[in-house]
């Protein structure tokens, strides 16, 4: 997985949206990651899961992944396809799931269209959207090598095997 540089669509969302929106609690008693992806976001838009595509953007307000520590919000929305969330801030316990999944995140606040193309430099912390340049915190490499063997379960894999 490439990431350095993630190029994708926008989907937008406002503060708070928590881990019980992202993949409600009723769908928790599966491990079918077809079935997280089918039902993804649908507490705050319930046709999400049938318009976004592989390799799409979330761009969201404070606080995203709110809530419980559920790590299958991340992995929902990974598995629903969404390349990146770049948001105003994550809550702690979503960021560190984010990574552990291999889903990429970066905190920025950034001003948008939804639907638009937006450009992410992770290297650098760089967020380009059709109007602006904006800066957002960089994440470390060892993170970012983390996200680039695909979650920290896979870069341990990779680790035992070298």
Not at 98 to 127: H, R, S
Request: with cysteine; net charge positive; glycine share 10%.
């Amino acid at each position: 997985m490439n990431i350095t540089k993630i190029s994708g669509r926008v989907w937008k969302f406002k503060d708070n949206i928590d881990t019980d929106v992202i993949i409600p609690g009723k769908y928790l008693r599966t491990t079918d990651m077809s079935v997280f992806a089918s039902h993804v976001l649908e507490g705050v838009d319930p046709g999400f899961s049938k318009k976004v595509k592989k390799g799409d953007i979330i761009v969201a307000g404070k606080n995203f992944g709110c809530g419980s520590s559920r790590e299958q919000a991340p992995l929902a929305l990974k598995h629903a396809g969404v390349a990146c969330i770049v948001a105003e801030s994550f809550a702690r316990i979503f960021f560190r799931n984010a990574i552990n999944v291999g889903l990429p995140i970066i905190e920025a606040k950034i001003e948008c269209e939804e639907g638009e193309i937006v450009d992410i430099d992770f290297e650098n912390g760089i967020i380009k959207t059709k109007y602006a340049s904006y800066t957002g915190t960089k994440i470390p490499d060892f993170l970012r090598e983390i996200l680039a063997d695909g979650g920290l379960v896979e870069h341990h894999k990779k680790k035992v095997i070298q």
